[in-house]
């Protein structure tokens, strides 16, 4: 499907004569033993000085590298009583003649390394305060909240840096693959109306409109699908999208996403762009980082449960979940938590921890009170000796033969630990699905730390019951189209769609959705549309929306869909998430630039704060706090 003209797959792509300014001839990053003999004006941020008397060391550091300067008093006094002032994190310009160094003082590890400069003219740009934090050490741990503060100074640092390269090598990779095929860029509005993704609005007071608000928008959805209404046939945007959670993990309250949107397309067909899409893209910005496997592996949302117990698998490694359940099909296991699981409709599933065989007590008791946070009730544990004999808490009930026949059934070797859940099917896929993530990161399962293992996940349940609303409500956007074989199972026992039940047909339906995960996380998703007005009005009932109801939420996406809808789907990729698994990071604050703290601030701009009096009487808004909750009421208007 590729035809597209390769992509430049060079991280620095700029010449460096383009570089060249009134302050510099090269960036500190560009000389090398070949520059050797020419004259060179530098300019940046002194790194390091180091003071010899006579000769004073500058490292002249700007975001393409490091060079070094070195002043001899001998040579110009007036440059050696400047460079005498200058403090770390000074900003200078330096000029003066390229030299190889001598035999023995070039330094390998920087590119410029074979050369300095020595120079004749210093001349002080600014001048810096001590910065609260080393930005000459790499490996100095800084508190966070002190490097959000100060992310100007943070963001000096190497690491952060080149993070924000990388960054915006994939977005630049992003663009140029879909333009290659024939995708248009369009930008749609931040001040919009409530589409929902499930999350909460943020919202802002119109004030030509006193008393209206817009909101911010969780998701282009509704925008991107009308888009196709329009003919644009193939959408795609890097799209800022706000959702006003609580933030737990690293969620942020506003991200962003490569957001796409594709016409005339079936499930097959959306998957095979963006997997095209994003092979071209992790080469163009990781060319280092190998991919695990191509085409992507693709499981059911049922498959995935069953053998990882998660819809989003880490492929990294092996330790499926084993199906203990047969090995009692025909009699009671004599073992009454696994007999009653069973007997409820339960699942006992396994996982053997490969090499583990050897667990203290104190290690086990740990699974198990982790497993018990995960929700389960208890964990089963049996662990095999070197010699193949089974230490276990359940072989009084078993017997011998019972937990051999477990054994041999999970698959375990000798020296290998069995771990076993029996409960619910959703919690025992959960629990153990947890546990096998957590310990084959930590036992060292994932033997090459730079691949990337990608795979999607589709067809997933179309709705779940939402038991406190007595309804329907759509797994993942309420747009989700339905799997051709299911469309008749969109509807409820008792024939009434305004009267769903739990056991209704509906559960069972299965949607054209489809997640692709990278390395156990869930990189993006996103479905084939409805564009069918009958189907959608059904989807919507069961989803326990009535006609006005629809209306008044979806209008324009409504009206458009009676001029003639071709049929589209699309997907949203997190790109905040992706950049960081290519930067080997697991918070997606250390790819942004400015993140938010978990409390939703901006440390450095100060935000949120009360707004200006003024502002409020220009909105006609008063503010009468919050009930139950203890809020400093800012000034009103
Ligand atoms: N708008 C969806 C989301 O943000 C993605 C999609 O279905 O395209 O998750």
């Not at 193939?234 to 594709?262: H, K, N, S, V």
Request: net charge negative.
């Amino acid at each position: 499907m590729t035809d597209a003209p390769p992509l430049d797959r060079s991280p620095e792509r700029t010449p460096a004569t383009l570089l060249a300014t009134p302050y510099r001839t090269h960036t500190c990053g560009a000389l090398r033993a070949g520059d050797a003999g020419i004259t060179a004006r530098l300019a940046g941020w002194v790194h390091r000085r180091r003071d010899h008397g006579q000769l004073i060391f500058l490292d002249l550091r700007d975001r393409h590298g490091i060079t070094q300067v070195v002043i001899d008093k001998a040579d110009d006094p007036e440059a050696h009583a400047t460079a005498s002032r200058v403090r770390s994190e000074f900003v200078v310009c330096v000029e003066g003649d390229v030299a190889r160094r001598l035999d023995g003082t070039e330094n390998p590890r920087l590119p410029t390394g074979a050369i300095e400069l020595r120079g004749h003219d210093v001349r002080i740009l600014s001048e810096s305060k001590t910065p609260p934090f080393y930005i000459n050490e790499p490996d100095a741990t800084i508190d966070e909240s002190l490097r959000l503060r100060y992310r100007y100074l943070d963001i000096r640092r190497e690491a952060m840096a080149g993070r924000l390269l990388l960054r915006s090598r994939l977005v630049q990779a992003i663009r140029e693959v879909h333009h290659a095929h024939g995708f248009v860029e369009v930008e749609t509005p931040n001040l919009i109306k409530s589409t929902p993704e499930g999350a909460r609005d943020f919202v802002v007071p119109s004030r030509l409109q006193p008393g209206s608000v817009y909101a911010l928008p969780q998701s282009p959805q509704q925008l991107k699908q009308l888009l196709m209404v329009a003919g644009v046939d193939r959408y795609f945007q890097i799209a800022r999208c706000f959702r006003d959670e609580d933030l737990r993990g690293d969620r942020q309250p506003e991200f962003t996403q490569l957001d796409l949107e594709m016409s005339f397309v079936d499930e097959g067909a959306v998957m095979a762009f963006v997997e095209t899409m994003v092979i071209e893209v992790c080469r163009a910005a990781t060319p280092d980082r190998p991919i695990a496997v191509e085409p992507f592996p693709r499981f059911t949302y049922d498959e995935a449960m069953e053998r990882f117990g998660s819809d989003k698998p880490d492929l990294r490694f092996g330790m499926e979940l084993v199906d203990l359940g047969p090995l009692w099909a025909d009699a009671p296991s004599g073992f009454r938590v696994f007999d009653d699981a069973l007997a409820s409709g339960g699942r006992v599933k396994a996982i053997v921890v490969p090499g583990k065989g050897g667990a203290t007590r104190k290690e086990i008791d740990e699974l198990t009170e982790r497993a018990k946070r995960f929700g389960a009730k208890g964990l089963v544990w049996l662990a095999v000796d070197d010699v193949g004999a089974v230490r276990s808490s359940i072989g009084k009930f078993l017997g011998d033969d019972g937990v051999e026949r477990l054994v041999a059934r999970a698959g375990a070797n000798p020296g290998d630990l069995v771990l076993v859940v029996a409960d619910e099917p959703g919690v025992t896929a959960d629990v153990l699905g947890r546990l096998r993530v957590e310990l084959g990161v930590r036992i060292g399962l994932v033997r090459d730390p730079e691949v990337l293992s990608f795979c999607w996940v589709h067809r997933f349940p179309m709705y779940q019951w939402d038991a406190e609303g007595g309804r329907w409500d759509a797994t993942h956007n309420p747009f989700s189209g339905v799997l051709p074989d299911d469309e008749e199972l969109l509807t409820t026992t008792s024939g009434d769609l305004s009267k769903p039940d739990p056991g209704d047909p509906a559960g069972r339906a299965r949607a054209l959705q489809y997640d692709i995960v990278l390395n156990g996380w869930e990189l993006g998703g996103g479905s084939i549309r409805i564009h069918r007005r009958d189907l959608l009005a059904r989807s919507f009932a069961l989803q326990g929306q009535s006609e006005a109801g629809m209306k008044e939420k979806f209008g324009a996406l409504l009206e458009a869909f009676e001029y003639g809808p071709p049929p589209h789907g699309g997907i949203a990729l997190g790109i905040d998430r992706w950049a960081a698994l290519l930067a080997h990071q697991s918070n997606i604050r250390e790819v942004m630039a400015f993140p938010k703290t978990q409390s939703g601030a901006d440390l450095m701009l100060e935000a949120p704060s009360p707004p200006d009096p003024a502002q409020y009487a220009e909105l006609g808004l008063r503010f009468v706090g919050v009930p139950g909750r203890a809020t400093p009421a800012p000034s009103e208007g």
